[in-house]
């Protein structure tokens, strides 16, 4: 290379040499500087798009952990997996995110911070799960119990702080690094500045590649604009919309009317203040909530975010917006809402305390009752708390049942006393049910998660078991003391008595023998006459006494009855020839043998034909006797007696009293007759004793016929009797009543006036009869007699009220034995005395009569859209809807018949018709009764609706959405009512509807003595 060198150095020592070689010199060095010009512009580039994409990068992230806490509340508050699909894809997309965040902060990469961002994320991923397994494992409230400790709040806050931070360290890097470049810049342009051409060249290209570095950077967040899922925007200082995305544009469209530069009045009223503070102060304002409701659409709501626009140089330049439509969580949260509430309110409306144990059987929630009546608040009774409130007698009792019940994840049911707010015990059955999740694999009969429990007052039930037992007891021994005060005062009498009629005898006798004592013995004759007649009288006192103790015992014994009733007809026969009366037997020859007692048999004949001739004058008597076979096989058959007399016969009142104890069919019987009234009713009970009954035919003035029909062997099996039909053409719309009783002149006479009254009839002749029939039958009422053979009227009335199908049947006793006391305890509805008195019986009746089938509702509602709407929707479900405006018009309706079922009203915030009607029913007496269903709306405030509760008897939310639960409620509820009994007066609305049915099935209720529900 000497040559080489020896060249340059001659060239460089010339002076155009030296010039060209400066210019060239001046030229590579111009080159060079833009070289370097170039590299540097390029690193500035790349640094900017890295820092740029770092910035949304952590933005992304901020934003992925948002769909992630979205779609964990969603799933927490509805329970629907659909709310997790969202969250999933931003799990997904976080990893990457954190991959680029991690490589921007290598110094290759720029060195852009990321500090505790994979951290912060993955915490809070945990905490999401956390919260998703507990809503799955121990349901809602144990989620809201875990997001109430605000660990994921602290969480998430955290992360937009290390967000906020990363993206600020970032800018302030970025602008380092520009400030660098720049410096650099003009260091470049200043050494090349000998060099313009290539300076300029230089720096035009620098210039050129900065401009398409800011076109990207403008065509990226154009895109994001373009794209965004949410609304986004730039205000001016005016407030005026410069700049919006599409989805912007969308909901400025559907709920702004418009997509104008001015926002509408409704939306820059409420966001005029969060602008003029972004404006002013220069910070950022995010959740803000903004209603807006639409012209003829529901109220919609947008959550908006307002940021400043440029840095804090340009504070004032205008605002940024972010917008999402939020209308439709809120109206599931709105939904949740209304459900827990309706949900509450149930518990809370239903009379028995409530309370709902977690798996280990610690309480965690009381209804409004509990409180109500313990007095006490959660935090006392809050989990096994509420065990301050047991009898101490009882305590450990009632401990050691529950700890069983849930040690076996079983059932649990005790009756034990709990204090009351006053201090007082008061019994209560207890029952509880284990509550299970659905079945799975792991838990084939579902996890259990805890127990619902209901305490029922079952005091007043006790106490009436406590009063039967002693009321019972009472009975028995004043029964007791009866009848041995009879049986006492039977023998103090008969013992003077007998000595009287042996004296008198033996003066009859003596006095024979001495002359002129004529007038002297016929005093003695009426003496003995009138002492033995006494003492008849107090052998039938005391033979009643012994049937009502039930003492009386019948000696059976085999005798020919034909040869009993000569013998009982020739004693008799001089009775009956005393007042000019002819004794005529239809006797056959020969009567099959008889297995009776033929004590009283005689007894029960001598009582007939007594009677008869003491009412007949100048007449004829006749004793017939027949045998009619057996109604079942192998029943030796029957024995019909009659006694027919040709004397005064009897009206149909004195019919019904003829059996009666100390009863003559009246007062001018008694004076112009005589007697006591006791022999008919000792014969019928002699009959009944014997498996028999006793009959009774008469007409005034047309004489009477008795029929004496008793079984052939006392100890063969009787025969069920055959249930009566009811007369020809009774409908029986007033509903069924069950007669019982042994007297078949009873049964027949209550049996007209039933059927006159509209009430189908079925009779029963005897207890057991009865039973069946009221089991196959559910009649609406049973009347019931005491006194009848085998199974008395009081072990019916037992059977009738131990009998769970029919304990609520009312039962009235129509009896001639005093126990209005024993009858009303043990479960009688009423009680009335034989005879009859009619008009009595017919009020007892009406309170049974049958009332029209659920089916009919009166409905006030004032809104005449709503009020088309609901009367379409319970007509399409087959109710008869009566629409009524105001509370006026309901009540000009309730004044007419029929009566409707149940009536539906509307209420409202701050009172109206709909208050102003139930208030005037539930004052008026005769509307008392009549079943009202509240619908509230959502505005009727919380003290409103807990005085409604007590007043009505249901209470549904007024609600788009809930027609299905409101036709169940309707169908549950006109199920359970009781039927309305509507007022008696002019407008004769206790007249019941034709076509009405016969109440036969579970959903009837009976009334009690004042037409309340019993």
Known sequence: MPDAASATAAFLSRPRGRLLAGAALLALLAVGAGVAAWMAADRARALQVAGNAHVLDAEALLSALKDVETGQRGFVLVGDDTYLETSMGARLALGPTLDRLERAASPEAGGFPSDRLRALTEAKLAWSDRVVAARRQEGLEAAIRLTATGEGKAVMDAARRAVAEVQSTTRARMAVLEAENDRRTLLLI??????????????????????????????????????????????????????????????????????????????????????????????????????????????????????????PAARGDGVGLAASDVSARRRMEERLRRSEARLRMTVDSIPQLAWMTDDQGAVQWFNRRWFDYTGETLERMHGFGWQVALHPDHAEAVAAGLRAAIAAGEGWEDSFPLRGADGRYRWFLTRALPLREP?????????????????????????????????????????????????????????????????????????QDLPGTAAFREDLVKIRANARHLLSLINDVLDLSKIEAGRMEVQAE?????????????????????????????????????????????????????????????????????????????????????????????????????????????ASTTRRFGGTGLGLAITRAFAAMMGGGIAVESRPGEGSLFTLRLPLDLGAPAAAPVPEAPPAGSEGRAGLVLVVDDDPAARELLSRFLNREGFAVRLAADGQEALRQACALRPDAILLDVMMPRMDGWAVLAALKADPVLVETPVVMVTMVRERGLAFSLGAADYLDKPVEWSRLKRVLDRFRAQPQPGSALLLEQDAAHRGELTRLLEAAGWVVEPVADAAAALARLALPPPPALALVAVQQGGGEGFALIQELRRREEWRALPIIALAGGAVEEEALERLRDRVQGLLPAEEGMREELLRELRRIATLVPRVVAPSGPAEMARPAAGGENLRDGGRQDLDTEGRTA
């Open 190 to 311: 200043a050494f090349a500045a000998a060099a313009a051409g290539g300076a300029a060249l230089l720096l035009l290209l620098y210039g050129l590649a900065r401009r398409r570095a800011e076109r990207h950077a403008v065509a990226l967040l154009g895109g994001v604009m373009a794209h965004a899922p949410v609304g986004l925007g730039f205000l001016d200082r005016g407030l005026h919309v410069t700049h919006a995305n599409k989805a912007l544009m969308a909901l400025s469209e559907s709920l702004l009317g418009g997509a104008g530069r001015a926002l509408p009045t409704e939306v820059r009223s409420q966001m005029e203040p969060h602008l003029r503070r972004v404006l002013r102060d220069g910070r950022a304002e995010s959740g803000v909530e903004v209603r807006i409701r639409p012209p003829g659409r529901p109220e919609r709501h947008l959550v908006m975010d307002f940021f400043p626009l440029g840095g």
């Open 439 to 511: 079945p799975d694999e792991e838990f084939p009969e579902g996890r259990l998660i805890g127990w619902f429990g209901t305490n029922t007052d079952i005091t007043a039930m006790r106490e009436a078991e406590e009063a039967l037992a002693v009321a019972k007891g009472a009975a028995e021994e004043a029964n007791r003391a009866k009848s041995q005060f009879i049986a006492n005062m039977s023998h103090e009498l008969r013992t003077p008595l007998s000595a009287v009629i042996g004296y008198a005898e033996m003066l009859e006798e003596e006095a």
């Open 558 to 666: 085999d005798f020919d009855p034909a040869a009993l009733l000569r013998e009982v007809a020739e004693t008799v026969r001089g009775l009956v020839e005393k007042k000019g009366n002819a004794l005529e037997l239809r006797i056959p020859e020969r009567l099959p043998r008889m297995h009776s007692d033929p004590v009283k048999l005689r007894q029960c004949l001598f009582n007939l034909i007594g009677n008869a001739a003491k009412f007949t004058e100048g007449g004829r008597v006749t004793l017939a006797a027949e045998v009619e076979p057996g109604e079942a096989e192998g029943h030796p058959g029957w024995l019909r007696l009659r006694v027919a007399d040709t004397g005064i016969g009897m009206t149909e009142e004195q019919l019904a009293r003829l059996f009666e104890r100390f009863a003559q069919a009246d």
